[in-house]
């Protein structure tokens, strides 16, 4: 979950796993403050994450 808006391949955190990690958006998209989002991979200790899209969004 986002804690405030992520530009899009910008810095931010995230609550992951019960704990917030620094995290990196890895999409042309800006994840805003609540959104969940897929952890794809880890550098060091940041994470690197995607949205998740739900199928409402989807249209």
């Given amino acids: 979950m986002v804690d405030q808006p992520i530009p899009p391949y910008g810095r931010?955190?995230?609550?992951?796993?019960g704990s917030w990690w620094?995290?990196?958006c890895m999409e042309e998209t800006?994840?805003?403050?609540g959104q969940e989002v897929r952890v794809?991979?880890?550098?060091?200790?940041?994470?690197?994450?995607?949205?998740?899209?739900?199928?409402?969004?989807?249209?």
């Fill in 12 to 17: 931010g955190r995230v609550y992951y796993r």
């Fill in 22 to 24: 620094p995290a990196t």
């Fill in 30 to 33: 800006t994840l805003l403050t």
């Fill in 40 to 59: 794809i991979q880890r550098q060091n200790i940041t994470l690197l994450v995607t949205p998740v899209v739900s199928r409402l969004t989807q249209g």
